[in-house]
Structures are given as structure tokens and as C-alpha cells.
Antibody, heavy 118, light 110 residues
Framework: QVQLQESRPGLVKPSETLSLTCTVSGGSISTYYWSWIRQPPGKGLEWIGYIYYSGSTKYNPSLKSRVTISVETSKSQFSLKLRSVTAADTAVYYC????????????WGQGTLVTVSS | QSALTQPASVSGSPGQSITISCTGTSSDLGTYNYVSWYQHHPGKAPKLMIYDVSNRPSGVSNRFSGSKSGNTASLTISGLQAEDEADYYCSSYTTSSTWVFGGGTKLTVL
């Protein structure tokens, strides 16, 4: 059974960089699309971006200038870096894996709350 | 990219049927049949309920069904049960090779 687990940075200061890692178990990271998705308090889901196992990436245009997603296949991990954070970046962050076809999000992590505050 | 449009809330009594709409544009669900629906209970991981417009993953009740017409997709839940109370999100692939979600719909089972 594929399982995804986000790291838990907890609190990040404004203007700093939010860093998250998703560890994949029960399956190979060497295929599929691997995404980051977030949910600010009281709001809906927002797709942040994905990385293909080969390293190609795509980002939400609204976040593109601040986001980098990378993959480390040897550790079965992929990571998110979001620069210059503000309170608006406070959210539960989820990592997710695509289906074989890549057309939907099949497996999700439990999510981790990241709070941006001084 | 703009979020897909969903009603903020819907409600129904046990046993009834409800439908949640999800409206997009020709840049997303109007072009692709890559529409999926997710059930989200607070504090838990979202769960896939429908994929590629109308397909149900194994293990999902056949009370859940999906459809699409033009720029609007729909999720129908028949025979409402108390356990169906949750937030529901639609999602679509876009012509920019990105993904977009709906704003979410809170389902209340009366």
C-alpha cells in the first residue's frame, strides 16, 4: 500500500523559506507525477505544483515565482520550497501521487499544518 | 488560473439524492475529461471518489456518480447517509498543463 508522509516544520517566519519533504513508502517514486497541494484555514484546496520522476516540473502560475519542487529518488522523497512566505501561506500542506494515467490524485499524505508567524 | 466554481454548501436528508455542480471554462474541464472529485473530512487526507468524469475507484460506493456537460461537471450522491457529510472538491486538468480545484462544497446531512 502506497503511503505518503509529509515532514512537519510547524512554524516559519515571514519572509523566510518554507521547506517540506514528502517521504514515499510502499511503492516506487521512479514514475508518476508527485504534487504538492495546500488548504489555507477556512478555504479550499489549491494545487501548488508537481514534479515528474524524471525531474520535469510544473507550477501554479500564481506561485511560480516562489516555488521549487525537487525529487530525490534514492531517498524516495520529493520536496517543496516556498520562498518569501507571508501569513497568506499558512495552510495544511499535502503531498499527493498521481494515478498511472496521471489524470487524478490517487494517493495523498495526511497533511501537515504550516503556520507563518513571527 | 481561476478556481472552478462550486456551491458553498448543499444539504439533504438521509436517503435523498443531492448533486454538486462544478463549473469551469474551455481552458479546463470544458476541454478535458480529466475531472475528479474528492471527499474531505477535516483532519484527514482527501479521498478520491470519482475520476475521469464518471469512473469510481474500487471501494467507493456506487451511490456516488459523476457526469459532465460542456463546462460543468456534477457529482451526485444518492441514498444519502450520515457518513457522507464532508467537504467535496472537484478538480480538472487545464490547457496550461496545470491542475485546478473547485472552492469546495460542504455537504450537510440533515
Amino acid at each position: 500500500q502506497v503511503q505518503l508522509q509529509e515532514s512537519r516544520p510547524g512554524l516559519v517566519k515571514p519572509s523566510e523559506t518554507l521547506s517540506l519533504t514528502c517521504t514515499v513508502s510502499g511503492g516506487s517514486i521512479s514514475t508518476y507525477y508527485w504534487s504538492w497541494i495546500r488548504q489555507p484555514p477556512g478555504k479550499g484546496l489549491e494545487w501548488i505544483g508537481y514534479i515528474y520522476y524524471s525531474g520535469s516540473t510544473k507550477y501554479n502560475p500564481s506561485l511560480k515565482s516562489r516555488v521549487t519542487i525537487s525529487v530525490e529518488t534514492s531517498k524516495s522523497q520529493f520536496s517543496l520550497k516556498l520562498r518569501s512566505v507571508t501569513a497568506a501561506d499558512t495552510a495544511v500542506y499535502y503531498c499527493a501521487r498521481s494515478s498511472d494515467s496521471g489524470s487524478y490524485f490517487l494517493h495523498w499524505g495526511q497533511g501537515t499544518l504550516v503556520t507563518v508567524s513571527s | 488560473q481561476s478556481a472552478l466554481t462550486q456551491p458553498a454548501s448543499v444539504s439533504g436528508s438521509p436517503g435523498q439524492s443531492i448533486t454538486i455542480s462544478c463549473t469551469g471554462t474551455s481552458s479546463d474541464l470544458g476541454t478535458y475529461n480529466y475531472v475528479s472529485w474528492y471527499q474531505h473530512h477535516p483532519g484527514k487526507a482527501p479521498k478520491l471518489m470519482i475520476y475521469d468524469v464518471s469512473n469510481r475507484p474500487s471501494g467507493v460506493s456506487n451511490r456516488f456518480s459523476g457526469s459532465k456537460s460542456g463546462n460543468t461537471a456534477s457529482l451526485t450522491i444518492s441514498g444519502l447517509q450520515a457518513e457522507d457529510e464532508a467537504d467535496y472538491y472537484c478538480s480538472s486538468y487545464t490547457t496550461s498543463s496545470t491542475w485546478v480545484f473547485g472552492g469546495g462544497t460542504k455537504l450537510t446531512v440533515l
